[in-house]
Structure formats: C-alpha cells, structure tokens
Nanobody, 127 residues
Framework: QVQLVESGGGLVQPGGSLRLSCAAS????????IGWFRQAPGKEREGILC????????YYLDSVKGRFTISRDSAKNTVYLQMNSLKPEDTAVYIC????????????????????WGKGTLVTVSS
C-alpha cells in the first residue's frame, strides 16, 4: 500500500536548521512529483515547494526562497526538505504529499493532483 511518512521535526531556535524526511513505501517516488506543505495552528494548509519526477523544483512561498530546498535520494526512496535560517513564523506541522500520475510535474496550484498525504511532523521555532 502507498504510504508517505514524515520525520525530522522538533524544537529549534530562530536561525537554526532542520532537515525533514518524507519516506515513501508502496511506490518508487523517483517517477512522481512530491510536494511539501505546512499548516500552522488555526491557519489553512499552504504549499511550500515541490520536486517533479524530473527533479524540477517549484517554490510556492516567496518567504522560503533562499532558506528552504528540496531534494531526492533515490536509493532511500526519500525526499528531503532542508530548512535553514528558521523563523518563528515557520512553526507548523509539515506534511509531504505525492501525485500518483507517472512522470508528474509540479502543479501550478500546489495541491492539484496530490492524492497521497502523510500525517505530518511538527516543527516549532522558538527561543
């Protein structure tokens, strides 16, 4: 069965870094678009960025450009979200999601085609 499991969240001070993992099972994520999303308490979920089946990267949030990056490790069937220079406003539950269409590209709207979702991992940025 298809599963996406996030890990790597925790408490970090402003200016610190974290690397989140999105591990896939039941499919090989090399051939699919994988997106990272986040949802802060009391707020709607928002798309952060996405990596396509051909490793093209799309940013949905200007606030994370230059601070966040996404990558794929085929051997581990895992996609990573590297977060640097973290700010308190980055505090949220971070969720990964996948597009089940083979050879998928990152969508113009972050959630379009994302049918498989992980449960999320909490990132808290506080001094």
């Amino acid at each position: 069965q298809v599963q996406l499991v996030e890990s790597g969240g925790g408490l970090v001070q402003p200016g610190g870094s974290l690397r989140l993992s999105c591990a896939a099972s039941g499919f090989t994520l090399d051939y699919y678009a994988i997106g990272w999303f986040r949802q802060a308490p009391g707020k709607e979920r928002e798309g952060i960025l996405c990596i396509s089946s051909s490793d093209d990267i799309t940013y949905y949030l200007d606030s994370v450009k230059g601070r966040f990056t996404i990558s794929r490790d085929s051997a581990k069937n895992t996609v990573y979200l590297q977060m640097n220079s973290l700010k308190p406003e980055d505090t949220a539950v971070y969720i990964c999601a996948g597009d089940p269409i083979y050879g998928s590209k990152c969508p113009l709207w972050s959630e379009h085609g994302m049918d498989y979702w992980g449960k999320g991992t909490l990132v808290t940025v506080s001094s």
